[in-house]
């Protein structure tokens, strides 16, 4: 029932991952920062006792943080209309990977059938 350590464990492993990759492609000094910060989450991921750390709430925000595009807080989805009759749409739902195919051209709005999120909505009425 206890995943708080692991979620330290797995940010600071995203962290230092992270900062490898901007010391490379942006700046070093800002990869350190990054890099550190992972460390530090993985000190405390190892010395952090199990009654304490992460909220559930905290557990259950970290979840779909995972599942979203980093930038636009969306799902992350594929969509691929066919260029001939018939219209086709096909549609991969990116967190739980469920193909499905519906007639005519991209929709308006879609949710999966799957895991029942809401993949996108056009907001221009
Ligand atoms: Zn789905």
Known sequence: MNNR????????????I????ISLAVNIG????????GIIC?????STPS?????????AAWTPSI??????GRFMYRVD???????YSTILCGPCGNL?????????????PECNRQLWVNEEE
């Open 42 to 46: 993985f000190v405390i991921g190892m």
């Open 100 to 112: 499905e195919r519906v007639e005519g051209p991209k929709p308006d709005e879609y949710t999966c």
């Open 5 to 16: 350590r692991e979620n330290f464990l797995i940010s600071s492993i995203v962290l230092i």
């Open 30 to 37: 800002m990869g350190a920062v990054v890099g550190l910060s």
């Open 51 to 59: 009654e304490m750390g992460l909220s559930p709430e905290a557990v």
């Open 81 to 87: 209309v066919t260029m001939d009759e018939p219209i």
């Open 18 to 21: 992270l900062g490898a990759m």
């Open 67 to 72: 599942e979203r595009l980093p930038d636009a």
